[in-house]
């Protein structure tokens, strides 16, 4: 079977200003700077899509303002320099203060566009990917739709407002965080001072299961089931079990017989105190439970609707009716996407989502 080929058309600016939005606080180490790592998102791409050359992957800024070599952008995509400024004599009659560099308005809206257009008619992909969450490109989508191409959208931030909603009715969506991995720690040398220091400095193994389980608490407010922390960390099981073993939780069943966790500070008077777990929070630890496990185990290469209708049923006991509803409210919380079935996203973003459908 022939490779598909994917066009990617990025925004930059979009991307950038409003990653770095959505990532403000959270203590990155790049600064004021979000992480953008475009090797990975290619690699991504490839992937799950298809084949992503260089020169079809166009990415639209004025590069005067944004670092071209950020995240390596230089190295794996054709760059348009989109200099949006207005030539000195129209600024001159515009501008009500000196100095001012006026810029035009929708700049690398239309070049990204124009781009777009150029491509298709010269070297049309299977599969066109757009990396904008603006308006304007809503348009382009339908269009491109209609022409019988496939059209995916890449944002930023599906719950920003800079992000068209009928975008993220209309069309698959590739989240650019899901599409960076998580750099891996240095490994230092096996003896010696040096190393002796690096160990010191390594990070926390269980770190990770510590904060989402803090984070849980602070916004759900109520017992933690097991089988939603599993469900939500890579390797779930295996971490919990080791957190417990290293004395950083508790594991306990609360009232309503479900099997829950909890941080071992949270202990009162040096006892634990099972709490309730709500209703809709059980619901959501043994749904995702499920969709980790069908995801692991129980589907084909290439999974569609039906298969995961089937999966669901059978794991869960459903009737085609439960099953098909079920399918539906995953859907609608984005913990699956059609243009991409066989990875679902369980993460803090779709359990709120799926909270509020219930």
């Known amino acids: 079977m022939t490779e598909r080929r994917v066009a990617l058309f990025l925004d930059f600016e979009n991307l950038y200003t409003t990653l770095k939005n959505r990532t403000a606080g959270q203590g990155s180490p790049y600064g004021f700077s979000p992480r953008m790592d ?3 998102l290619v690699d991504y791409i490839e992937t799950h899509y298809g084949r992503l050359a260089r020169e079809d992957f166009i990415a639209v800024a004025n590069f005067s303002h944004y670092n071209a070599q ?18 000195p004599k129209v600024r001159k009659r515009r501008q009500r203060s000196p100095g001012k560099r006026w810029v035009i308005r929708d700049f690398a809206d239309m070049r990204l566009a124009f781009e777009i257009g150029r491509h298709v008619a010269t070297r049309p992909a299977d599969i066109y990917i757009l990396g904008s969450g603006d308006e304007a490109f809503t348009a382009i989508g339908r269009t491109l739709r209609d022409q019988g191409f496939e059209v995916i959208f ?12 009928n975008i993220l009715s209309e069309f698959p969506i590739i989240d650019f965080l899901e599409t960076q991995r998580e750099e891996p720690s240095p490994s230092p040398s096996e003896s010696g001072p040096q190393a002796e220091a690096a160990r010191e400095e390594e990070p926390d193994p269980h770190a990770q299961t510590v904060e989402l389980l803090k984070r849980l608490r602070r916004q759900l407010r109520t017992g933690i089931p097991v089988d939603l922390l599993a469900a939500l960390l890579p390797q779930g099981e295996t971490r919990i079990q080791k957190a417990h073993g290293a004395g950083l ?13 909890s941080l071992r500070s949270e202990r009162l008077y040096g006892q634990v105190h099972p709490l309730s777990v709500r209703e809709d929070v059980a619901e959501a630890a043994r749904v995702f439970r499920a969709v980790s496990h069908i995801a692991r185990q129980s589907l084909p290469p290439r999974p569609d609707r039906a298969a995961w209708r089937r999966a669901l049923r059978q794991h869960l006991g459903l009737s085609n009716r439960q099953a098909k509803a079920l399918l539906a409210r995953l859907l609608s919380a984005r913990v699956l996407q059609d243009a991409d079935l066989a990875h679902p996203r369980l993460n803090l973003d779709t359990l709120q989502r799926w909270l509020k459908t219930s």
């Open 70 to 87: 950020l995240g390596a952008l230089n190295r794996v995509a054709t760059l348009i320099d989109a200099q949006s400024f207005l030539a």
């Open 38 to 40: 475009f090797e990975q």
């Open 249 to 261: 939780v508790d594991l306990w069943e609360s009232p309503e017989g479900i099997p829950c966790v």
């Open 154 to 165: 890449l944002v930023a931030d599906q719950d920003s407002r800079s992000t068209d909603a």
